[in-house]
């Protein structure tokens, strides 16, 4: 089992960045991990994932080109660097681990997930 924790949130203007982190401990070898997104009165949203395997990533059209998930396998830690982040972008982030490794957008497929960290951006 995965135990997963999100840091980095906080209170940002528009058009600012944020760098997020997700910590893993426990067995963490061969684990996709996701970051998902949930504003308040919305279902979960993929945001983007990172295979362990092969280190491919996805992402979600909406941030395409404005957000990078990296991963630091000697710090058990993934990141998600975001930049010009908008009034679309306020949510709880979490991360989840996908034991199977597939990077999928689908959050039913992730088997842990952290508490999550609180996103707001300011206009």
């Known amino acids: 089992q995965v135990q997963l924790a999100e840091s980095g949130g906080g209170l940002v203007r528009a058009g600012d960045s944020l760098t997020l982190s997700c910590r893993a401990s426990g067995h963490t070898a061969g684990y996709a991990t996701g970051w998902f997104r949930q504003a308040p009165g919305k279902g979960r949203e993929f945001v983007a994932s990172i295979r362990w395997s092969d280190s491919r990533t996805y992402y979600a059209t909406s941030v395409q080109g404005r957000f990078t998930i990296s991963r630091d396998n000697a710090k058990n830690t993934v990141y998600l660097q975001m930049n010009s982040l908008n009034s679309e972008d306020p949510a709880v982030y979490s991360c989840?681990?996908?034991?199977?490794?597939?990077?999928?957008?689908?959050?039913?497929?992730?088997?842990?997930w952290g508490q999550g960290t609180q996103v707001t951006v300011s206009s």
């Open positions: 989840g681990a996908d034991s199977c490794d597939s990077g999928s957008y689908a959050s039913a497929d992730y088997d842990s």
